[in-house]
Nanobody
Framework: QVQLVESGGGSVQAGGSLRLSCVASENLYSPSCMGWFRQAPGKEREGVAYMCNNEYYADSVKGRFTISRDNAKNTLYLQMNSLKAEDTGMYYC???????????????WGRGTEVTVSS
């Protein structure tokens, strides 16, 4: 059973940056795909970015967010730059054998870290 723990959330002004981290309890080679999702108040959870061998991004964050992983540290990252008010929400890390911006393919989820962007 893979356990995921997110950190790095906080409050920032629009235009600022945050770096989220997700530490996995075991080697990230299995499962092989990991992603970041977010959920704003009153809205459905949406995929932000995911990576297996390559990186994929939602259109709304392309050019501003970067997903990366350090297998030696069992850690997934999300560097978020040029943040906007609409980026506000709870951010979740997910892991599974397959990757997608859809949430259904993932087997494991963290509890989330909150990001608030003020305009």
């Amino acid at each position: 059973q893979v356990q995921l723990v997110e950190s790095g959330g906080g409050s920032v002004q629009a235009g600022g940056s945050l770096r989220l981290s997700c530490v996995a309890s075991e080697n990230l080679y299995s499962p092989s795909c990991m992603g970041w999702f977010r959920q704003a108040p009153g809205k459905e959870r949406e995929g932000v970015a995911y990576m297996c061998n390559n990186e994929y991004y939602a259109d709304s964050v392309k050019g501003r967010f970067t997903i990366s992983r350090d297998n030696a540290k069992n850690t997934l990252y999300l560097q978020m730059n040029s943040l906007k008010a609409e980026d506000t929400g709870m951010y979740y890390c997910a892991a599974g054998r397959y990757g997608s911006l859809g949430s259904s393919v993932y087997d494991y989820w963290g509890r989330g870290t909150e990001v608030t962007v003020s305009s």
